[in-house]
């Protein structure tokens, strides 16, 4: 088997993610109007970002053997290479599973609305009536 044959065979698995890379974003920009955090959409545009770099190094590197026959790299040179581009890609990918875990963690809290309590005395104490409103129901007199 040649190797690109082997190289498409190994990327098979990127591009699954990448697929549910792009459903997920799919599904958390529509459900942003159902309170899914802007976090979860950025988490799901890096980890599409950073799949697909991957898929793209995963070709790159078909051509290590000619790197060090036509352009005298050493092997360590080739691991420097190597090390640029692996650390980069694993940061990213550690960025939007961060991301990922910080969504879900805010997405458990009660969602934050500026102003007052809805009524500052304790708890299943009736509040008292408003300026210019009676403060009980008003009695009906029977016709006469």
């Known amino acids: 088997m040649s190797p690109l044959a082997f190289t498409t065979i190994e990327t098979i698995p990127r591009v699954l993610l990448l697929v549910v890379g792009l459903l997920g974003l799919i599904f958390s920009i529509k459900g942003r109007s159902k309170g899914v955090s802007g976090l979860m959409v950025g988490a799901f545009v890096v ?12 070709f790159v590197l078909l051509n290590v053997p000619s790197w060090s026959t036509s352009n005298d790299l050493s092997f360590d040179e080739i691991r420097w ?12 990918a550690v960025l939007s599973w961060l991301l990922v875990a910080i969504a879900v963690v805010k ?3 009660p969602p934050r609305r500026p102003g007052f309590a809805p009524h500052p005395g304790p ?20 016709p006469s």
């Open 47 to 58: 980890m599409i970002v950073t799949t697909a770099a991957g898929i793209v190094w995963q």
């Open 81 to 92: 290479i190597f090390m640029g581009v692996g650390i980069p890609l694993d940061a990213a």
């Open 107 to 109: 997405a458990g809290r």
């Open 123 to 142: 708890a299943d104490y009736p509040t008292a009536a408003q300026p210019g409103f009676l403060s009980h129901p008003p009695t009906q007199q029977p």
